[in-house]
């Protein structure tokens, strides 16, 4: 099941309808009980945050959040130090640029 169907049908069960058949439950339900619902839509909740957090995700550069290796650091200071542009270090690097500042700042190469 995708993340979406998920999403919809804990939607549709903490608003208080069955999602295969549009009906909505018998006040005697478990699905109407307030623990239950308040349930769901944390869930639903957490859903959407995994949702949001997948699309940010997918719009960053490929090694976001990584751990640098050595060899990286060397390029990377070695790069800065010939003049290189932190955009294109970021871009070489894939990495944000918020990163390659990070990692400058860590070896002196930059002040905060």
Do not use: C
Request: proline content about 6%; aromatic content about 6%; hydrophobic content about 40%.
């Amino acid at each position: 099941m995708e993340q979406a169907q998920a999403l919809a049908v804990v939607r549709s069960l903490a608003n208080g309808v069955d999602p295969e058949t549009g009906e909505v439950f018998p006040p005697e339900s478990a699905y109407q009980r307030p623990l239950v619902v308040r349930a769901l839509y944390e869930a639903a909740s957490a859903l959407e945050r995994m949702e949001r957090f997948e699309r940010r995700k997918s719009q960053m550069p490929p090694k976001t959040g990584e751990p640098w290796t050595e060899d990286e650091d060397r390029k990377l200071l070695a790069a800065f130090d010939a003049g290189r542009a932190l955009q294109e270090l970021a871009s070489a690097h894939e990495r944000t640029m918020g990163a390659v500042r990070a990692r400058l700042l860590k070896y002196g190469r930059i002040n905060a």
